[in-house]
């Protein structure tokens, strides 16, 4: 149970007759940043408040600490909805964490939804970087947070992501 303050006394005015409270954000609920309890909180208490929530398009897990898996797992449970947008957390949150299956649904990352970038924004952005808007390009976003989670070597991880890149770059 979350320790109440300030700021989640006003959190709770602010709630009062609100029909939904969503978490979006992607992954923040494991243990790879450390407590989840600053993301858990607001929620707890939308749900204290009689405010429903959905945790929308996220990455959930995993729990290693015994402690996040415990905040997470009475607000997950009370929760309407909770979309997560690939097989592994659906699996832990259906499997290892024991939340209803009935209330988890696998769905796309709502990026994918982002409409692209017009074409004079992409040439301001080029020209600004020095880049050849004439030669290919190939651009690759990759979080480091997978040698975490993935409990991968960080040299092994970065050695891959360089074999990506030589691949697509040749390809």
């Known amino acids: 149970k979350p320790v109440l303050g ?12 609100q029909n939904l409270v969503i978490a979006s954000g992607g992954d923040n609920f494991s243990s790879d940043y450390g407590s989840p309890a ?10 204290q408040c009689g405010v429903p929530v959905v945790f929308m398009a996220q990455s959930i897990g ?8 415990n905040a997470f797992v009475p607000v997950a449970k009370r929760a309407k909805l909770i979309s997560v947008r690939e097989r592994a957390s659906y699996d832990y949150v259906t499997k290892d964490l024991g939340i209803s299956s009935s209330r988890v649904v696998l769905t796309a990352d709502p990026a994918f939804l982002l409409q692209p970038a017009s074409a004079s924004w992409v ?9 050849d808007p004439l030669r290919p390009k190939v651009a690759i976003s990759v979080s480091q947070g997978i040698s975490r989670y993935a409990n991968v ?18 390809d």
Request: charged fraction near 25%; hydrophobic fraction near 50%; proline fraction near 4%.
């Open 6 to 17: 300030g700021a989640v006394v006003r959190l709770e005015r602010h709630l009062a007759g």
């Open 38 to 47: 600053v993301w858990l909180r607001p929620l707890w208490q939308a749900q």
């Open 62 to 69: 995993p729990f290693r600490d015994e402690t996040h898996r």
């Open 123 to 131: 040439a301001n952005a080029l020209a600004r970087y020095g880049i």
């Open 153 to 170: 070597d960080e040299k092994a991880h970065l050695a891959k992501l360089i074999a990506v890149v030589k691949m697509v770059l040749e």
